[in-house]
């Protein structure tokens, strides 16, 4: 457990600024550009399941519904001067497969069928000053991969089906990006079954016409939150969190708190499911947790920020709550 703690720790705040190898950003040696019209720059195509995630959760028949995972950040080496991972890094793509797509991505797969492009993120430095201004640069490159990556998902794999977006931190900076590019006004829109943006401010006007959601059936707008323990504030509350919609992840609608009879699970580092574990509150721009009960929980109680946590503590909740939403997008649109 605390291993699988410190290696999901992606956009996780430190408050000592911590020296990194650094390079002056230059696209002309950043690594190569995946193409997407290789399956190896997949990690997750429904006739594509890695072993990983079967451990996790079987692959089914095909589903009436898409799902378009992007994953947070888990390039942090300080070591490594790179502003953008290089995909020929066989550590890189296993992390995203063993990490990001077992226990984030597999609360969607059995929602609708799963596509996962592996991107070059960008390096965690960028979050952290001095160093985010001179990042952006490799914040856009990481973008600019998503987003072909969807361009191709588009074009040659959707076929028309209702899509889900769902994210994580760096990956719901893109997420929110490609929402505002692909659905916010867009004829795409009428597709959109719900964007997960999770782990970063999402504000409550971010988009022109793709609302908050408030009911756990509801269709065609976003959901977001970010954990924290309860009765703590992270040091940048103000400056990262205050002001962004919170959503209710175990209720789906907009309650405050909720208690431990109505949480459906934690997915913990052991791939068990562990129900009525823990108790939420929601506050402004910030949602609390208590501790989960969960084996080893002795760890997590050193742990103020559940940053790194923020889809396995509601893993079954959202599990069941995207299969609703589609359920209800189906029906709704008349879609046998």
């Excluded at 969607?108 to 001179?134: C, T």
């Excluded at 999770?198 to 016409?209: D, Q, S």
């Excluded at 609608?253 to 009879?261: M, T, Y």
């Excluded at 997590?300 to 923020?310: E, G, T, V």
């Amino acid at each position: 457990m605390r291993k699988l703690i410190i290696a999901l720790i992606g956009l996780l705040y430190i408050s000592c600024k911590p020296i990194y190898s650094t390079s002056v950003f230059s696209l002309e040696n950043s690594p190569d550009a995946p193409v997407y019209s290789d399956n190896e720059n997949w990690a997750v195509l429904p006739n594509q399941w890695p072993d990983e995630l079967n451990e996790v959760v079987t692959n089914f028949k095909k589903k009436k519904a898409d799902v378009f995972y992007i994953y947070p950040t888990l390039f942090t080496d300080k070591k490594d001067s790179q502003w953008n991972a290089d995909l020929k890094n066989k550590l890189i793509r296993k992390e995203v497969l063993s990490k990001a797509v077992a226990f984030q991505a597999s609360a969607w797969a059995k929602a609708g069928n799963l596509y996962v492009p592996f991107y070059r993120q960008a390096h965690y430095r960028i979050f952290v000053d001095p160093y985010a201004e001179q990042g952006k640069q490799a914040g856009v490159l990481a973008y600019q991969d998503v987003k072909r990556a969807f361009e191709f998902y588009l074009k040659h794999f959707n076929k028309g089906k209702p899509i889900i977006i769902a994210s994580h931190s760096q990956g719901s900076l893109h997420a929110k990006r490609l929402l505002h590019e692909f659905f916010d006004e867009k004829p795409l829109q009428e597709k959109l079954i719900v964007a997960y943006l999770v782990g970063v401010r999402i504000k409550p006007n971010e988009f022109t016409n793709i609302p908050a959601l408030t009911q756990p059936e509801a269709t065609g707008g976003f959901v977001s939150w970010n954990t924290y323990k309860k009765n703590k504030l992270p040091k940048r509350y103000e400056h990262w969190y205050k002001g962004g919609v919170v959503t209710n992840p175990i209720t789906w609608d907009n309650q405050l708190k909720s208690d431990e009879n109505d949480h459906l699970g934690v997915l913990s580092s052991n791939k068990l499911i562990y129900p009525k574990s823990l108790q939420i509150e929601k506050i402004d721009g910030m949602l609390w947790s208590s501790v989960p009960k969960i084996p080893k929980r002795f760890f997590l109680s050193f742990i103020k920020n559940y940053h790194f946590a923020d889809i396995n503590l509601f893993w079954a909740d959202i599990q069941n709550n995207a299969i609703l939403r589609v359920k209800s997008w189906t029906e709704k649109n008349k879609i046998n």
